[in-house]
């Protein structure tokens, strides 16, 4: 069964990098799509980052373009999020999630498996 694990979280200073984690601890999901969704409090789960299954595509939020880098290695199942140049706005817990049909895919309707979040805290 598929079990995602995400990593990485903490604060750091405006301008700073994280570099978040999420790894496939149960049956291998390398042939998943893979996302990063973010929730601020008070505001709703939203999409960051998506990657295809081959690594080949990539789809980000505006909020995020040439700041955040998403990747993936099969073999570790692991998919990476690097988050450059952090702004306070930033901050939020972040999710990883997994589309077992491999689209490559904004709404959260459309990822079946879902971890348990990080928190990522940017301080002004």
């Known amino acids: 069964q598929v079990q995602l694990v995400e990593s990485g979280g903490g604060l750091v200073q405006a301008g700073g990098s994280l570099r978040l984690a999420c790894a496939d601890s149960?049956?291998?999901?390398?042939?998943?799509?893979m996302g990063w969704f973010r929730q601020a409090p008070g505001k709703e789960r939203e999409f960051v980052a998506v990657?295809?299954?081959?690594?080949?595509?990539?789809r980000y939020a505006d909020s995020v373009k040439g700041r955040f880098t998403i990747s993936r290695d099969n073999a570790k199942n692991t998919v990476y999020l690097q988050m450059n140049s952090l702004k306070p706005e930033d901050t939020a817990v972040y999710y990883c999630?997994?589309?077992?049909?491999?689209?490559?895919?904004?709404?959260?309707?459309?990822?079946?498996?879902w971890g348990q979040g990080t928190q990522v805290t940017v301080s002004a």
């Open positions: 999630a997994a589309d077992a049909f491999g689209r490559l895919a904004q709404a959260k309707s459309s990822y079946s498996y």
């Open positions: 149960g049956r291998t999901s390398s042939s998943y799509t």
């Open positions: 990657i295809s299954w081959s690594g080949g595509s990539t």
